[in-house]
Nanobody, 123 residues
Framework: HVQLVESGGVLVQAGGSLRLSCAAIGSISSINVMGWYRQAPGKQRELVAVITSGGVTNAADSVKGRFTISRDNAKNTVYLQMNSLKPEDTAVYYC?????????????????WGQGTQVTVSS
């Protein structure tokens, strides 16, 4: 059984900083891409940033220069450092991971999602 456990979501003022964490726990064999998505009220879930196992990153234009994604492969954990937060960053933030469990058969990656953590930025 695998879970992605997120933490770090809080209420913060505009211009402030916040760091989200997401740990993949359970019977994990290997993890490929990890990422962060967000969903604001009334909007579709959107990509925030992703990172490969080798550390290659990609981020949405709306967060480039403000948010940084990183990961600790030894801890199966991905982070999202968010600086210069804006009210429009308010959303539920979800992490995901494409991974194989120790019970996996074949070469397929399976995507797991965290439960989401609320980030609210006040103006």
């Amino acid at each position: 059984h695998v879970q992605l456990v997120e933490s770090g979501g809080v209420l913060v003022q505009a211009g402030g900083s916040l760091r989200l964490s997401c740990a993949a726990i359970g019977s994990i064999s290997s993890i490929n891409v990890m990422g962060w998505y967000r969903q604001a009220p009334g909007k579709q879930r959107e990509l925030v940033a992703v990172i490969t196992s080798g550390g290659v990153t990609n981020a949405a234009d709306s967060v480039k220069g403000r948010f940084t994604i990183s990961r600790d492969n030894a801890k199966n954990t991905v982070y999202l450092q968010m600086n210069s937060l804006k009210p429009e960053d308010t959303a539920v933030y979800y992490c995901n991971a494409d991974l194989r469990t120790r019970e996996s058969v074949g070469n397929s990656w399976f995507r797991y999602w965290g439960q989401g953590t609320q980030v609210t930025v006040s103006s």
